[in-house]
Structures are given as structure tokens and as C-alpha cells.
């Protein structure tokens, strides 16, 4: 087995995603889809590494694969140091106590027929890690950890407001104590100015449960200011690894600098200085060659139609995939 760092929580090795799909007019031509296409990389402990990317880049199943929620096609997942790809149903299930997920739509992901008491309790009782007395209190507990009130117990999902129902979701993540949370796009479904209020709490409750967070979104004016880290994925693959400062700065990818000049932040050098990117992302069925990016960058050169650039150190603790950083 790799040694793998002390410092890491979660730690992704070669992961590769591919699934099987129906193409054509008929849907009768069957083809390879790469989602996730070779990706390393690690979560520290402590730390929020932001995973960033437009959407269909492969950033939510790249989560997924993480938490063993899908098996990867290739590659290796660990955690605090063990292998757990090999995992059966059972191992991921006594795993899933100290690794749990924050939905993106919380309305999708609560049963609108059991009461937020029910949902809650359920973790506890699956687990069995409270006795059936204890478990009220728990519930009461969790729904003031995240800034509701214990009669709430008694309602149901939809009795409640898109930021309060993320806060259920986030209670139940949290109701096992887990070390690492994946937040999967949680604000993007919320108004913006329950965004704020939802990232605070998550940032509070990080604090209080030393948690460890990779947190997914397509925005990265999102992830900018609650990441130590972050990390950029374009078409399946990690484009640039980096301290969430070193995104104030050149150099960087210029896939990066493209999602900075689109994201609204209030700065007009940055705006003037990198132009916003142009044209689509291409298809994942169909890649372009050599380096992905290269038919919507504006610093393409020949060599980058030909070969992928390699994810090298160009900095401390900064990786980049460009043959011209
Ligand atoms: Fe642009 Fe070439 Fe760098 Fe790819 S390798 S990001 S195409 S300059």
C-alpha cells in the first residue's frame, strides 16, 4: 500500500470514472463516457479544500467516488491512511460515520414524508449509536447546532424555508460526529442572501467539530473566501492545485483565470486584465486532444493540440497543468 501523508484525510489516487452511454438519434450506439479521468489528490486534515469547475467537469463524481457512494473504474481511495476502495457494502457503512455528505438540494434529499425528528433520528438509529430515549435529545441538540428549534422536530421538510432545509440536511450530516463532511454545491440551490448564513454556519460548525470539509461548486467566488486550498477541474481532470491566496495573483491556469474573470468579484484590474473565456466546454464523450482547454484558451500554442500538460509544481504547495506556467 502507498505510505500515504500524515497530514491527509482523505487521499485520492489515479481515480478514473468512466460509465457506459446511449448515443446516437435512436440511442441505439453505445459509447465510453469518462466523468473523472485520472485525478490524485488529497484533503488535509483541518483544511477546506474547495473543488471547483463548471458544471459536467466531473467535480460531483468525483465526490461521490470519495465517499464510495459510486466505485471507481480505476485508481484508489484512502482515508486517514487506510485503503478503503476495496471496501464491501458493510465497510462502507460503519466508514459513512466519519465521512458524510451535505446535498446540494436539500428538498431532493429529505423524505417529504417523515417528520425532520424522524430524519434525523434515523442516523442515530441505523447506527445504532444511542439508545431509543437518548435519541429526542440528540435531535434537539443537532437542530440547535444549527441554529433551529427542538419543537421543529415535529414538522415537515416542506414546512420549511430553502436556507432552513439546508440546515436539516447539514444537521443530519453532522448527527454521527463525522471527520470529513463533502458539501456538494450546498449553497447554489439557495437565494444569495441565504448563501451567506448557510457558509457561516458551515464555517462555525467547522470550528466547533474540527471538521475537515472538501466543499464542491461551479462558483469560485464561493469557494474563495472559505478554502484553504482549492482545487480546479476542467474536463475530467484536476487543471491546478493551489493555496486559496496564490488565486489573487498571476500565475495561474488560465482555465482559473477565466473562472476568476467571470466570477463577480469587485475588481476592475482583474477584469480589465484577463478576458472572460469563450465557447463551450466540449464533451466529455469527445475530448479534444493534447491539453483540454485548448480550444477555448487564449495562449494555446501548438504544442498544447498535442500533448496534455503534466500537473507539476510551479510554487510552494501550487500545481499546475499548462505547458506554458
Ligand atoms: Fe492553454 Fe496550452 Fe496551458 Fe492548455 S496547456 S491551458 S491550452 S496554454
Redesign the pocket.
Known amino acids: 500500500m502507498s505510505a500515504r501523508p500524515q497530514v491527509e484525510l482523505l487521499g485520492l489516487e489515479g481515480l478514473v470514472k468512466r460509465y457506459r452511454v446511449a448515443t446516437g438519434f435512436l440511442g441505439t450506439r453505445k459509447r465510453w463516457l469518462t466523468a473523472v479521468d485520472g485525478v490524485s489528490l488529497s484533503v488535509r486534515r483541518g483544511e477546506v479544500l474547495g473543488l471547483v469547475g463548471e458544471s459536467g467537469c466531473g467535480k460531483s463524481t468525483l465526490a461521490r467516488l470519495a465517499l464510495g457512494l459510486e466505485a471507481p473504474s480505476a485508481g484508489r481511495v484512502f482515508f486517514a491512511g487506510q485503503e478503503v476502495s476495496g471496501l464491501d457494502r458493510r465497510g462502507w457503512r460503519r466508514l459513512r460515520r466519519r465521512m458524510q455528505i451535505v446535498f446540494q438540494d436539500p428538498m431532493n434529499s429529505l423524505n417529504p414524508r417523515m417528520t425532520v425528528g424522524a430524519i434525523l433520528a434515523e442516523p442515530f438509529l441505523i447506527h445504532g449509536v444511542v439508545g431509543r430515549r437518548e435519541v429526542g435529545e440528540r435531535v434537539a441538540r443537532l437542530l440547535r447546532e444549527v441554529g433551529l428549534r427542538p419543537e421543529h422536530a415535529r414538522r415537515y421538510p416542506h414546512q420549511f424555508s430553502g436556507g432552513q432545509r439546508q440546515r436539516i440536511g447539514i444537521a443530519r450530516a453532522l448527527a454521527l460526529r463525522p471527520q470529513l463532511v463533502v458539501a456538494d454545491e450546498p449553497v447554489s440551490a439557495l437565494d444569495v442572501s441565504v448563501q451567506a448564513q448557510v457558509l457561516n454556519l458551515l464555517m462555525e460548525l467547522k470550528e466547533s467539530f474540527r471538521l475537515t470539509y472538501l466543499f464542491v461548486a461551479h462558483d469560485l467566488a464561493v469557494v474563495r473566501h472559505i478554502s484553504d486550498r482549492i482545487a480546479v477541474m476542467y474536463l475530467g481532470r484536476i ?1 491546478e492545485v493551489a493555496p486559496a491566496a496564490v488565486f489573487d495573483r498571476p500565475p495561474m ?3 482559473t483565470a477565466a473562472l476568476l474573470a467571470a466570477a463577480p468579484v469587485p475588481d476592475p484590474r482583474r477584469s480589465l486584465s484577463v478576458p472572460p473565456v469563450g465557447g463551450e466546454v466540449a464533451s466529455p464523450l469527445d475530448p479534444p486532444p493534447g ?1 483540454r ?2 480550444p477555448r ?1 487564449p ?3 501548438d ?2 493540440r498535442l500533448a496534455a ?1 503534466p500537473l507539476k509544481q510551479i510554487g510552494p504547495d501550487h500545481l499546475c ?5
Open positions: 487543471v491556469h488560465p482555465y491539453c482547454f485548448h484558451c495562449e494555446a500554442e504544442i498544447c500538460p497543468a499548462c505547458h506554458l506556467r
